[in-house]
C-alpha cells in the first residue's frame, strides 16, 4: 500500500507547527473579538469582587419614592419625645402600588388650639380649602384631629375633590366623636388625581387602635414622597418655669417655593397658647424660615403648615403674642421651623450643594429679599453650583434681571470669605484656584451687597443637577 505524501502526516513536525500556526492567525481576530467582548465583565467582576466582600450590609431603603438615593446633605431625624396631648398613628391606605405607609392620623385631647398658613397658589387645594374653612368656624379653638395622606393632592379636581375632602372628615369625625370642623385635612401627590376617600375610611379603625405618643419618626416618614429622608425637630422650652415641647415634622423636596409654608409642615407642643397668639407667632415665623428656601421657584398648590397647641404640660395659658414668658418659647419655635425649612432645601431633588444667599446693601427689605430669591432661583446660578464653578457674572446677571435699586459701581459679590467682584468689577485680588476650591464644599455662602441702603435679606437653596431631571421626567411613576 502506498504510504500517504509526508506533507500529510504528523510525521513531519516543521510542516505541522506552520500550519497550526496559519490555522491560529486565521482564528486571530476571532479570538480577540471574544476577548473583547468577555474581558469587561471579567475585569468588573474583579473590582467588584473585594468590595462585595468587604461592603457593610446595607441599609433598607427609606420610605419615600423606589430608587432613590438618599439626600448627601441628608441630616439624621433627632429624637422626638412624646408630645402630651397628643397622639399618633399611621397605615398604608395604597395610594402607592408599591408597599409603604401613606397616611397619617394625629389626634389631640379636647381643647387644643390650631393655627395655619397656606399656599398663596391661585389652585389651592382641597384640603387646603377645607383648612381655611373650618379654622375660620371653628376660630382655632378645640380641634381634635389632623389626617394626611402622600399619593394623592385631591388638588385641581373640583366638587368630587371637595366630597371626597369632606367625606374624609366625617367619616373620622363618627369615629372619634367630634365635629367634622374641628378635623384638618392635607395631602401630597400627583396633581388632578380625586382622592379615594374610601381607602382612607377603611384604615380609620386600625389608625384609631393604634394610637401611641410615641412614632414621630414613623409619621415623619409616612409623609413623604420624592422625599429621600424624613424631616422632623424637636426643641424644650420654658413658659414661667413650666417645661414645654414642640416637635415638628415636614415633607418636600420638588415644588419648593412656599409662599406661607412648605409643601407640608405639622408642628405640635403642649404649651397653652391662644389661637391668635399661634397665629401671630406661626406667620412671623413663616416669613423668615419656610418663606425663606426655595429648591426650584415652583410653588404647590397643597402648601400648609399647621401648629396645634394641646394645652397639656401645665404651663399658664398666653393670650398676648407679646407675652414676655414667651421669649424662650419664641425663639424654640423659630429654631424648629427653621431646622424643617432647611432640611427641605437639603433634600431638593437631586441637590448636592446646600447654598444660603445673603443680600446687603438694599434699598428696604422686600427689595433685598426679591434679589435673593432671583439668585438662589437662577437656573443658570443653580447649574453653575453644581459644577462648581464660581461664576459670578450670572449672579450679576441675577441681581439686575429684578430691576430692583442697585448701584452698579459699588456692587461686591462674595463667595464664603474669598471676594469675587467689588466695586462694579472683578476683585483685584481674585483667585480663581482659591474659588474652585471653595465652590467643591458641600455648603456654600453667596453674598451680595448691593450699595443703595441698609437692608438685608437671606434665601436657602441647593444646586440643580441631573438629578432633578431624572425624579420629576418620570415622577407620575
Not at 203 to 228: F, G, H, R
Not at 450 to 471: E, F, K, M, N, Q
Request: net charge neutral.
Amino acid at each position: 500500500m502506498a504510504r500517504p505524501p509526508a506533507s500529510d502526516t504528523p510525521s513531519n513536525p516543521q510542516k505541522t507547527r506552520a500550519a497550526q500556526g496559519g490555522l491560529e492567525r486565521a482564528l486571530d481576530p476571532l479570538a480577540k473579538a471574544v476577548k473583547r467582548a468577555v474581558q469587561p465583565v471579567a475585569d468588573l467582576a474583579g473590582h467588584l469582587a473585594p468590595t462585595l466582600e468587604s461592603a457593610p450590609e446595607k441599609a433598607p431603603a427609606a420610605p419615600g419614592k423606589p430608587g432613590l438615593d438618599v439626600s448627601p446633605l441628608a441630616v439624621p431625624l433627632p429624637a422626638m419625645p412624646p408630645i402630651a396631648g397628643a397622639r399618633l398613628a399611621t397605615a398604608r391606605s395604597g395610594f402607592y402600588r408599591h408597599e409603604r405607609k401613606d397616611t397619617l392620623l394625629m389626634v389631640f385631647d379636647e381643647g387644643t388650639t390650631c393655627a395655619g398658613v397656606f399656599t398663596r397658589h391661585t389652585i389651592g387645594s382641597a384640603p387646603v380649602d377645607w383648612c381655611k374653612k373650618q379654622l375660620a368656624a371653628n376660630e382655632g379653638c378645640d380641634v381634635r384631629a389632623l389626617i394626611v395622606n402622600a399619593g394623592c393632592a385631591n388638588a385641581f379636581t373640583g366638587k368630587a375633590g371637595a366630597d371626597a375632602a369632606r367625606r374624609t372628615a366625617s367619616a373620622l369625625s363618627r369615629r372619634i366623636d367630634c365635629r367634622q370642623r374641628d378635623i384638618m385635612l392635607a395631602s401630597t401627590g400627583v396633581i388632578g388625581v380625586v382622592l379615594d376617600d374610601a381607602k382612607i375610611a377603611a384604615k380609620i379603625p386600625q389608625l384609631e387602635a393604634d394610637l401611641s405618643a410615641d412614632v414621630w419618626a414613623d409619621a415623619a416618614a409616612t409623609i413623604m414622597t420624592t422625599d429621600t429622608f424624613p424631616k422632623g425637630a424637636s426643641e424644650t422650652a420654658e413658659i414661667d418655669g413650666v417645661q414645654v415641647r414642640i416637635n415638628g415634622i415636614a415633607k418636600g423636596s420638588g415644588m419648593i417655593a412656599p409662599d406661607m409654608a412648605t409643601m407640608l409642615a405639622f408642628i405640635v407642643t403642649d404649651a397653652t397658647l391662644a389661637p391668635g397668639v399661634l397665629q401671630s407667632l406661626l406667620a412671623l415665623y413663616t416669613r423668615t424660615t419656610f418663606n425663606s428656601v426655595t429648591v426650584d421657584g415652583d410653588t404647590s398648590t397643597n402648601d400648609t403648615c399647621l401648629l396645634f397647641a394641646t394645652g397639656a404640660a401645665g404651663a399658664p395659658r398666653i393670650a398676648r403674642a407679646g407675652d414676655r414668658r414667651l421669649a424662650d418659647f419664641k425663639a424654640k419655635l423659630e429654631k424648629v421651623m427653621h431646622s424643617l425649612a432647611t432640611q427641605l432645601v437639603r433634600d431638593g431633588e437631586g441637590a448636592s450643594k446646600f447654598v444660603r444667599v445673603n443680600v446687603t446693601g438694599a434699598s428696604s427689605p422686600a427689595s433685598a429679599r426679591k434679589i435673593a430669591k432671583s439668585i438662589a432661583e437662577s437656573p443658570l446660578v443653580k447649574t453653575a453650583i453644581a459644577g462648581e464653578d464660581a461664576n459670578w457674572g450670572r449672579i450679576v446677571m441675577a441681581v439686575g434681571k429684578t430691576e430692583e435699586p442697585v448701584d452698579r459701581e459699588h456692587l461686591s459679590i462674595r463667595f464664603g470669605d474669598l471676594v469675587a467682584a467689588e466695586n462694579g468689577a472683578v476683585a483685584r485680588g481674585y483667585d480663581e484656584a482659591a474659588m474652585s476650591a471653595y465652590m467643591k464644599q458641600a455648603e456654600l455662602e453667596i453674598s451680595v451687597d448691593v450699595g443703595v441702603g441698609r437692608a438685608s435679606a437671606h434665601v436657602y437653596t441647593c444646586d440643580l443637577t441631573h438629578g432633578y431631571i431624572s425624579i420629576n421626567g418620570d415622577y407620575r411613576s
